[in-house]
């Protein structure tokens, strides 16, 4: 009587049968982006037909399946945007993750802007008018900016709230 959610990346179909005959019922695979040439620049060595193969093949095992975006990654434009509420408006997943892009000190990325709340907000509101019964998380990246958005981004569309519960040391 558990649920087991999965998120291990992009597997083979095989696997991903394997897993679901175990009791493995939720998996959580984000697209980052439905834009190839995007995609790209995030992931130098996968493609992103790839990672639509996994989330098909997720969904056509019965998998409950999870995607999302960030909002703000390097080379995103509000098109982009549009285009990955769309993919995930015609794919209907169980659940949609978004957040905003936070640069690390210790990547390529790491004097990127963060991503604009607002924006979040607003991608948040559409998914939950294209996605009506979609668990919406109020992720944890809302709530590691300047101040903790997570009520706000509830406000907007989200039906899930997801705490950090990381020591502070």
Known sequence: DMAITLSVGERSREDYECWKKAGADRYLLRIESSDP??????????????????????????YQTGSGFMVGVPGQTLNHIAKDIIFIAERNFDMVGIGPFIPHPQTPFRNAKTGDIKVTMNAEALIRLTNKNAWLPATTAVGSLDK??????????????????????
């Open 148 to 169: 903790d958005y997570r009520v706000d981004v509830l406000k907007a569309g989200a039906n899930v709230i997801m705490p950090n519960f990381s020591p502070t040391d």
């Open 37 to 62: 040439a995007l995609y790209a620049s995030l992931h130098a060595d996968r493609t992103v037909q790839t990672r639509i193969r996994c989330l098909n093949d997720l969904q056509e095992l019965g």
